[in-house]
Structures are given as C-alpha cells and as structure tokens.
C-alpha cells in the first residue's frame, strides 16, 4: 500500500496532477519532459515581456515633444510608459512559475507575486485610459492614491494569505478586484463600441473583456475548485495586450513616417517655389542694379563732361568774347578741353588700383604739349603695386589731380623741367610727387579755383596733399596710404 500525502501551499495556488509511481530515471526522465513543457510557454510569454519592456522603454524616452506649460521643458508619451512598468511587473509576476526556490521566505514572495499583479493591472487600466482619450482623468489627484491601495492591498492579502494562513483574504481581495474591473470594463466597452472610427479602442475593449473572463475562470477554479492541474489562462490572455499596444506603436511610427515624408514634400516644393522666386528676385534686381549702373555711369560722364569739358569750353567762349584774350591763349585751353575729353575716355578702361596706367595715359595724353611748350619730361615711376580700395571712382578723382597739376604747370609755371615721381610706400601705400623748376607761386596767398578744386578732390579721395613751392622748385606731394 503506497500512500501519498500532498501538501498545497495556498499562497501559490499549488496542484497536483496524476501520480505516477515508478523507478526513479523512468519517474524523473517524465517528471523533466512535462516540466520543460511546461516552462516554455512561461520562457515564451518572458521573453515577449522583456521585448516589450525594452521597446516600451525606448519609446517614452526618445519620443519627445515641446511642453505647452512648460517653457524649454519636453513631454513624453504616458502610454509608452505605462506599458513598460506593465510588462515589467508582469516579468516579476512570471518568477512565480520559472523560479522552483524563491529567494525571500514564502510571505514575503508572495506578497511581492500578488503586488505584481495589482500594479500591472493598474498600468493597464492607465493605459486603456489613454488610448481611450481618457488622459485628463488620470490627472486627478485620487488616481494615484487609488492605484497606490490597490497594489498595496494585493501585498497585504498575499503576505496574510501565506504568513498569516487567513485564505479567505486573497480571496477578498481578488472579489473586490473583480467588482472594480467588471464596471471598469463595461464602460470602456460601450465607450469604445459608441466610438468606430477608433478600432485600437474596441480591441482594447474587446481584449480587456477576454481577460476580466480569464481572470474570473481562473478566480473560481483555483479558490472553488478541488480539481488539481489546472492551469493559468490569465497569464496567457493578458497578452493581448501586449499586441494591441505593440500595434499601436507601429501604426504610431507608420503615421509618424508618413507626416514626415509628406512634410519633406511639402517642404521641398516650398523651397523649389522659393527658389524660383529668389530666382526671379535676383534677375529683376540684377536688371535694376544694371539700371542703375548704366544711369550712374551716365550721371558720371555727364558730370566729369560738366565739370571738365564744359569748364574748359566755357572759359574759351568768355575769352572769345572778351575780346582780350589772344588766339594762343583760347587755343590752350581749348587743348586742355580736348585734352580732359581723351583723359575721360581713356578712364573708361582702367583697372581698378592701377595707379601705373592711370600716369602712363597722362604722360601718353600730355607729352605731346610738354614738348611744344620745350618742357622735358623726367619719368620716375617704379612698378607700383595696385591699391584695392581705389575703385574706378577713387581713380578718376586722382586723375582729375594729376591733370589739374599738369595743367599749372603748362599754363603758369614757366617751366623747363616737369618731374614725376612714384614710389611704393613701406605700409603699402604710394607716394606721388609732380615738381618743375618753374618761376613758382606764394602758397600763403588764398589759393585760387585750380587749387581750391584740387584740395576739395584731395579730402574726398582721402589722400594727404601737400603743395611746396619757392622760385625754380615746385611739388606737388600726394600720398596715398
């Protein structure tokens, strides 16, 4: 007579299946071929958990947005939240089935097992919330205090069901959990029904309704039921959950994707429209800019024609009429007038900075007169590097100085000997000197038109003028820094 007495632990739920009596390799080899059945689905159903815990995790911290309360501070998405602290517990809940020896005394692990169980409801529960919209609801202040109770009520009923060997509270507290979730679920389930045109909240709906069965089925059999073996279903059917929200993430990135994709498009036929406006900016404002350059070229000529050209031709027009001036005289300044009009166009083509063509077209233009006149003409010039900022402007207003120079000295001085001069300076600019052996002039008297235009040309320019003259040496000294 072979008598087996079989002890259930009632924090665990303990069962018993068939007995089967035999030689301890045939007994054990069958006992670790329906054990490893067994644990498979629970190394399964783990496995699942920690993808879940891991991919929930990355979620609610990469994905991130702008708080509207908060200035500089982000939001992340609860849901994601809410499902990785759900799968979490749900991991600790599976080391009941997994681990054979607990690592605490049998009170206090079941206590943390049935705590487990009240806090992945609880995370569920928040996370049906929001995807039933039903966020501002969790932002009441009693919400955390409730969801506190209710898995530190599980804690206390499993630690009492064990330590304490009061069975009946375990069965209370999963009576009250029931009576929580039934209406919780029932309204959920007509909400999410009444709202079809959101289909993750019916199969919220629909899978919170498959595990309240599930957890009612597995209340009754374990706490009503003498039948040994049974299994579980909750642990198997809460994953639906898992499901549901992995395919809410993918639509949520499908989604996503699409916004991004169509906002790249959008963005790209915006920036083609830009650049084509910019285009058509640039082009309009490059036919003004030409305008303008063409009118300012124009204003210029008419200017340097005015103040040149015209002064000369002027001034021979009151000799003639006068009557005083001799026919050498209004042929001068004619010359000078002619003279002025080929210096103007020889301007057209200079290189800006080009100080070494800018004389070499005064001696080209002028030589001829100096040499009507017996005046010999010394060259001194050294290459001369260009000057960036004498643009074409700052080259004609220097050239109206040489010409004006030249000019007193062909008209006034008297001189046999016309000297000029430049040489680069050390900091990079130049010097310029124009000096003749002529009869000179008193430079304390007030300076006359010729010289009051060549100072005021002088100061414009930006470059330092200085005049010396005795009898048989005056210099013009300009020099440009």
Not at 280 to 291: D, F, P, T
Not at 303 to 314: E, F, K, T
Not at 421 to 442: M, T
């Amino acid at each position: 007579l072979l008598r087996v007495l079989v002890h259930a632990h009632v924090g665990r739920r303990g069962g018993m299946a068939a007995v089967v009596v035999g030689p301890e390799n045939a007994v054990m080899a069958r006992y670790q071929e329906e054990a490893e059945r067994v644990d498979l689905g629970f190394r399964l159903l783990a496995f699942w958990g920690l993808f879940m815990v891991t991919m929930a995790s990355l979620l609610w911290w990469t994905q991130t947005e702008p708080s509207a309360t908060r200035p500089g501070a982000v939001e992340r998405d609860r849901l994601y939240l809410y499902t990785a602290l759900a799968e979490l517990f749900f991991l600790l809940r599976l080391g009941n089935q997994l681990v054979e020896q607990p690592p605490l005394p049998w009170a206090w692990w079941n206590a943390l097992i049935v705590l487990s169980l009240g806090g992945w409801i609880w995370c569920m529960a928040c996370a049906l919330c929001l995807v039933a919209g039903w966020g501002r609801r969790l932002d009441a202040p009693a919400v955390p205090w409730l969801g506190a109770a209710l898995v530190l009520s599980g804690a206390l009923a499993g630690y009492a069901a064990t330590g304490w060997h009061t069975t009946w509270a375990m069965t209370l507290w999963y009576g009250l959990l029931a009576v929580l979730m039934l209406p919780f679920g029932m309204l959920y389930g007509v909400t999410a029904f009444q709202s079809r045109l959101q289909p993750y909240r019916v199969a919220m709906a629909m899978a919170l309704g498959v595990n309240v069965a599930m957890g009612i089925r597995d209340w009754v059999v374990f706490h009503f039921d003498d039948r040994y073996g049974q299994t579980a279903l909750l642990a198997y059917s809460n994953r639906l959950f898992g499901l549901i929200l992995t395919l809410i993430a993918i639509s949520r990135f499908h989604t996503a994707r699409v916004e991004v994709r169509d906002l790249i498009d959008h963005m790209a036929q915006r920036i083609t429209d830009k650049e084509t406006a910019v285009q058509l900016l640039y082009q309009h404002n490059e036919q003004l800019v030409r305008a303008q350059e063409r009118a300012g070229e124009r204003t210029r000529i008419l200017r340097d024609m005015h103040d040149g050209v015209g002064a000369h031709l002027s001034t021979a027009i009151r000799q003639l009429q006068s009557g005083k001036a001799s026919q050498a005289e209004v042929l001068y300044t004619l010359r000078d007038s002619l003279d002025h009009l080929k210096l103007s166009m020889d301007a057209l083509h200079l290189p800006p900075g080009d100080i070494t063509a800018l004389l070499a077209n005064l001696r080209y233009r002028l030589a001829p007169r100096f040499a009507v006149l017996d005046i010999a003409l010394e060259w001194d010039v050294d290459e001369l590097p260009p000057l960036a900022r004498l643009d074409s402007a700052a080259l004609r207003q220097l050239q109206f100085m040489l010409f004006e120079a030249f000019s007193n000295v062909l008209q006034h001085a008297q001189a046999s000997v016309l000297r000029i001069q430049a040489k680069p300076l050390c900091e990079g600019g130049i010097c310029l000197r124009i000096s003749d052996n002529g009869r000179g002039f008193d430079t304390t008297q007030p300076p006359r038109n010729g010289l009051l235009a060549l100072h005021e040309r002088a100061r414009a320019l930006g470059v330092v003028l200085a005049l010396h003259s005795v009898p048989g040496c005056t210099e013009v000294a300009i020099d440009i820094l």
